[in-house]
């Protein structure tokens, strides 16, 4: 990777080196067990003209995203999230029957099907073959696509052009930032809005989030990048929102050049946010990898001494970014024996690389472990609550970022594990 993908400048500059992992959705069925698996490195860079954060496009969306094992509808209070988002939409636009509302990229309809309650006129476009059938069959009407400018003027030439163009939890997910974007300009209306939901560069180095750093998420934004990337396509961002998804997400609310206006008093503030952090210069990005090592040390320590001990522990979800924190860190099935997941796509297959077990939740009370690995801490709230039983026989729950904290999960009262403590 020698150019930045949006500038296309040769001014890239290494921040994290996660080595070299399999794709984090390539989960492998049992006869995939003895074959090659490929893997790829995972180094994230910063450009240091437009300070867009990048991995190099190594592993194509078409290889990830035909068929996909993430089906959003899994997560209770994902669905929630997307209620309150379409609610607070339809209010602030005043959409209604005569809208139109095109969202890329989604998934089983988790966020069209409200619109399809209030009677809405939509569109999904999701690539993945096996998820948006699940769409359909749900009564979402969706279509098979990857967005670009193309697929954008059919749907145009076809159903109009879009009030709202919904665009969450896939920016990160195209090295085409230019052809997406131009994408979403082509379905918008001259005088819509186009929202975008991606995760916040700002938390991700806060908070030491590397395990979001997965070969899908081809680039990671603050709100000064995601201005310059949306710019290509003609359209301004004019107000932000900060969320606490994915451990701290900005949703972008943008609009073609020409009936943009000046941006809110809130895009000022996190710009602002940003500029004292330091991500407002390549150097800023730095320093991220010393706090990768103490998270990593802190973990295996824990696990290596509850198996010493004769404790067990065991997982809980097969997230993608689970794989990443279990492939850098070097967790193997000796540390963890199984983790469980809710979503049946995923049970009797392996992890990538780290080839953990992926079980049905009830395992949990059968085996009655004492610690359970949480590894898609961003849902913390809803996991603690659907893992409350744990403590019917003295389990307890662990938390690996942004740091290691034993929960009590009737509690939900974390402490802060010290090695010298355990």
Same mark, same amino acid.
């Given at each position: 990777?020698?150019?930045?993908?949006?500038?296309?400048?040769?001014?890239?500059?290494?921040?994290?080196?996660?080595?070299?992992?399999?794709?984090?959705?390539?989960?492998?069925?049992?006869?995939?067990?003895?074959?090659?698996?490929?893997?790829?490195?995972?180094?994230?860079?910063?450009?240091?003209?437009?300070?867009?954060?990048?991995?190099?496009?190594?592993?194509?969306?078409?290889?990830?995203?035909?068929?996909?094992?993430?089906?959003?509808?899994?997560?209770?209070?994902?669905?929630?999230?997307?209620?309150?988002?379409?609610?607070?939409?339809?209010?602030?636009?005043?959409?209604?029957?005569?809208?139109?509302?095109?969202?890329?990229?989604?998934?089983?309809?988790?966020?069209?099907?409200?619109?399809?309650?209030?009677?809405?006129?939509?569109?999904?476009?999701?690539?993945?073959?096996?998820?948006?059938?699940?769409?359909?069959?749900?009564?979402?009407?969706?279509? +098979?696509?990857?967005?670009?400018?193309?697929?954008? &003027? /059919?749907?145009? #030439?076809?159903? @109009? =052009?879009?009030?709202?163009? !919904?665009?969450?939890?896939?920016?990160?997910?195209?090295?085409?930032?230019?052809?997406?974007?131009?994408?979403?300009?082509?379905?918008?209306?001259?005088?819509?809005?186009?929202?975008?939901?991606?995760?916040?560069?700002?938390?991700?180095?806060?908070?030491?989030?590397?395990?979001?750093?997965?070969?899908?998420?081809?680039?990671?934004?603050?709100?000064?990048?995601?201005?310059?990337?949306?710019?290509?396509?003609?359209?301004?961002?004019?107000?932000?929102?900060?969320?606490? +998804?994915?451990?701290?997400?900005?949703?972008?609310? &943008? /609009?073609?050049? #020409?009936?943009? @206006? =000046?941006?809110?008093?809130? !895009?000022?503030?996190?710009?602002?946010?940003?500029?004292?952090?330091?991500?407002?210069?390549?150097?800023?990005?730095?320093?991220?990898?010393?706090?990768?090592?103490?998270?990593?040390?802190?973990?295996?320590?824990?696990?290596?001494?509850?198996?010493?001990?004769?404790?067990?522990?065991?997982?809980?979800?097969?997230?993608?970014?689970?794989?990443?924190?279990?492939?850098?860190?070097?967790?193997?099935?000796?540390?963890?024996?199984?983790?469980?997941?809710?979503?049946?796509?995923?049970?009797?297959?392996?992890?990538?690389?780290?080839?953990?077990?992926?079980?049905?939740?009830?395992?949990?009370?059968?085996?009655?472990?004492?610690?359970?690995?949480?590894?898609?801490?961003?849902?913390?709230?809803?996991?603690?609550?659907?893992?409350?039983?744990?403590?019917?026989?003295?389990?307890?729950?662990?938390?690996?970022?942004?740091?290691?904290?034993?929960?009590?999960?009737?509690?939900?009262?974390?402490?802060?594990?010290?090695?010298?403590?355990?």
């Amino acid at each position: 990777m020698d150019t930045c993908r949006l500038c296309e400048r040769p001014d890239l500059r290494g921040v994290l080196d996660l080595g070299a992992t399999p794709p984090c959705e390539r989960f492998l069925g049992p006869s995939e067990l003895d074959l090659p698996e490929p893997t790829y490195p995972l180094h994230l860079r910063v450009c240091s003209s437009c300070l867009l954060a990048q991995l190099p496009a190594l592993v194509t969306p078409e290889e990830t995203f035909t068929e996909y094992a993430y089906f959003s509808s899994f997560s209770v209070s994902w669905v929630r999230h997307a209620a309150r988002y379409v609610a607070d939409a339809v209010a602030r636009l005043g959409l209604g029957r005569d809208s139109f509302v095109v969202e890329a990229a989604s998934n089983d309809g988790y966020l069209l099907r409200h619109l399809v309650e209030r009677g809405v006129r939509c569109l999904g476009v999701e690539p993945a073959r096996n998820v948006g059938a699940v769409a359909r069959e749900n009564g979402v009407p969706t279509l +098979t696509e990857f967005l670009g400018p193309e697929t954008a &003027a /059919r749907i145009r #030439d076809e159903h @109009g =052009p879009a009030d709202l163009v !919904v665009a969450n939890n896939v920016y990160a997910h195209v090295p085409d930032i230019r052809g997406f974007t131009a994408g979403l300009r082509g379905l918008v209306a001259d005088d819509g809005w186009v929202s975008i939901e991606v995760q916040h560069l700002l938390s991700l180095v806060r908070h030491c989030q590397f395990d979001t750093i997965y070969h899908e998420h081809f680039q990671y934004y603050t709100v000064r990048s995601a201005q310059q990337a949306l710019a290509t396509g003609g359209l301004v961002v004019v107000d932000v929102e900060l969320l606490p +998804t994915h451990g701290g997400s900005i949703r972008l609310w &943008a /609009r073609p050049a #020409d009936a943009a @206006g =000046p941006p809110s008093a809130a !895009v000022l503030e996190v710009l602002a946010a940003e500029a004292d952090a330091g991500l407002h210069t390549a150097d800023g990005h730095l320093g991220l990898a010393e706090d990768v090592h103490r998270i990593r040390a802190d973990l295996l320590t824990f696990l290596l001494e509850t198996r010493r001990s004769g404790r067990t522990v065991v997982g809980y979800g097969a997230p993608g970014k689970g794989n990443t924190l279990l492939n850098h860190c070097g967790i193997r099935p000796d540390l963890l024996p199984y983790t469980v997941d809710r979503n049946p796509y995923k049970h009797g297959r392996y992890t990538p690389g780290a080839r953990i077990p992926v079980h049905p939740p009830e395992r949990l009370a059968l085996d009655r472990p004492d610690y359970v690995l949480v590894l898609p801490w961003n849902l913390r709230d809803e996991l603690v609550d659907q893992l409350a039983h744990v403590a019917d026989w003295g389990g307890r729950l662990v938390f690996p970022i942004p740091r290691l904290e034993v929960v009590d999960p009737r509690s939900a009262q974390g402490q802060p594990v010290v090695r010298s403590q355990r």
